[in-house]
């Protein structure tokens, strides 16, 4: 039998039930649940490098509301925090690549 040891969606007892498959699943503490939120965003992120596509951009934003959930902050705090620095030091969308900064 594989093991995971991995932070997995909601629902995904509810369907190894469904397939009749024997599973041995456990429930987190907060803390725990904040690191397990961070290996799981570096997961999705590598995921969605090497195969870039809608859902995985998907599977990444659901582990940003998973920890937006954790840390008790919301979308609304998340927004403020990107638009206010979008203002004060632009997006990504130019496609600008900072080669190197010359000290005088």
Same mark, same amino acid.
């Given at each position: 039998?594989?093991?995971?040891?991995?932070?997995?969606?909601?629902?995904?007892?509810?369907?190894?039930?469904?397939?009749?498959?024997?599973?041995?699943?456990?429930?987190?503490?907060?803390?725990?649940?904040?690191?397990?939120?961070?290996?799981?965003l570096t997961e999705e992120v590598t995921?969605?490098?090497?195969?870039?596509?809608?859902?995985?951009?998907?599977?990444?934003?659901?582990?940003?509301?998973?920890?937006?959930?954790?840390?008790?902050? +919301?979308?609304?705090?998340?927004?403020?925090?990107? +638009?206010?620095?979008?203002?004060?030091r632009g997006a990504f969308t130019k496609?600008?690549?900072?080669?190197?900064?010359?000290?005088?």
């Amino acid at each position: 039998m594989p093991k995971y040891n991995k932070l997995v969606r909601d629902k995904i007892p509810d369907v190894l039930e469904s397939a009749g498959l024997d599973y041995t699943a456990y429930t987190v503490s907060n803390d725990e649940l904040k690191n397990y939120l961070g290996k799981k965003l570096t997961e999705e992120v590598t995921e969605f490098l090497e195969r870039p596509s809608l859902e995985e951009l998907a599977d990444i934003q659901e582990v940003m509301n998973g920890i937006l959930q954790a840390y008790c902050w +919301t979308e609304t705090d998340l927004e403020h925090m990107a +638009t206010s620095k979008r203002e004060e030091r632009g997006a990504f969308t130019k496609g600008i690549i900072l080669r190197e900064v010359v000290a005088e």
